[in-house]
C-alpha cells in the first residue's frame, strides 16, 4: 500500500523540525511532541499512579481500569511496558495507547517505567520489567485485578521488553501468562541484513542511524546482542504465551517482526501477525490522526479481549 496521507504529512514536518543536538534534549522534544499530540477519546473507569519497588530503584508506574462494574474474579491485568528505544519516552508519552486498550480490549492496564540506557544499560531494563510484572501478579488483587488472566504487551523497545519478560516467567517459575501483544518489536541485534532495514531506513521517522544510536547506548557489551533477551529471535522460543505481533508498512523492524512470529509457531508457540498497511513506526501513538492505525490498534486490543476472556 502507499505511505498513509496523515503519516507524510507528519514525516514532512519530523523533516522540517530543528534535530536535538544531544540524548537530553531529545528527551526533552519526544516528551512535548507527544503532549502536542491530538488524543483518541475514550472511556474508562479510574486512573491512578503508583510506584512499585524495582531492582535498584522505585518505578514509576500507572493503572488504569475499564469502565464498569469489575467481574466477580477481577479484571484481566496487562503489564505495558513503552517503547522509546530503551533511552526515552515515558508513561506520559504513552497514556493514551494504555487508556485504549483498557477500554477495548477491557483489560487494566498497569503501564512501567523502566530505568533508561545509557544511564542503565541492558539488562536493566529487563530486570526492571521482570521486577514489575512480578509485583503485578503477587498484587493483583489489590488492584482489582484476577491474577489468572495476565497479560504483556509493549510497542518497540516496550515489545522487546516484553518477549524478554516472557522467557524470564517461563525459565524462572514465574507468573503464567495468557497473551503478549507485541507492536512493532525489535527482535534481532545480530547483524543479520533483514530487508526491511535497507528499505525503510531512511525517511521513515525510525532511521538506521538511529537504530544504530539505541543499540550503542542498550548494549555496552558488544556479545549482548546475542543474548536471547535482546536478539529474541534467535532464542529459544518453545512454551511462551500465545502472541500478537503487529508491524508497519514502511518500518525497519517490520521483517524481523514477521520472523519473529514466524519462528513462534515453528517452535510450536500460537503466534498470529498482523500488518500494517501504509503504516510507520510509531503509528499506534497516532491513532487519533489516522483511522487505519486507530483500527490495527483496536484489532489488537480486540485479540488481546479474546485471549484474556
Known sequence: MPLDPVFKEVLLQMAAAPQPSGLDEMRAMVLANSARLPRRPVSIGAVRDLSLPGPAS???ARLYTPAGEAPASGWP??????????????????????RELCAAAETAVLSVEYRLAPEHPFP????????????????????????????VAGDSAGASLSIAVTQRARDEHG?????????????DFSGTAHPS????????????????FFGQM??????????????????????LPPALVMTAEF?????????????????GTRAEYLPGPGMIHGF???????????SLLDQGAAWLKRELS
Open 124 to 151: 536493566a531494563p529487563v530486570d526492571d520489567a521482570y521486577a514489575a510484572l512480578l509485583w503485578a501478579a503477587e498484587h493483583a488483587r489489590e488492584l482489582g485485578a484476577d491474577p489468572s488472566r495476565l497479560a
Open 77 to 98: 491485568l496487562t503489564v505495558f511496558y513503552h517503547g522509546g528505544g530503551f533511552v526515552a519516552y515515558s508513561i506520559e508519552t504513552h497514556d493514551s495507547v494504555c
Open 197 to 212: 532495514r535497507q528499505e525503510n531506513g531512511q525517511g521513515y521517522f525510525l532511521t538506521e542511524e538511529r537504530m544504530r
Open 58 to 60: 522505585e518505578l514509576p
Open 218 to 239: 542498550y548494549l555496552t557489551d558488544p556479545e549482548h546482542a546475542a543474548h536471547p533477551h535482546v536478539s529474541s529471535l534467535h532464542a529459544d522460543l518453545r512454551g
Open 175 to 187: 507468573p503464567a501468562l495468557k497473551a503478549q501483544l507485541l507492536i512493532y518489536p525489535a527482535t
Open 251 to 267: 518500518d525497519p523492524l517490520r521483517d524481523e517482526g514477521k520472523a519473529y512470529a514466524d519462528a513462534l509457531n515453528a517452535a
Open 284 to 294: 499506534v501513538n497516532m491513532t487519533a490522526l489516522s483511522p487505519a492505525a486507530a
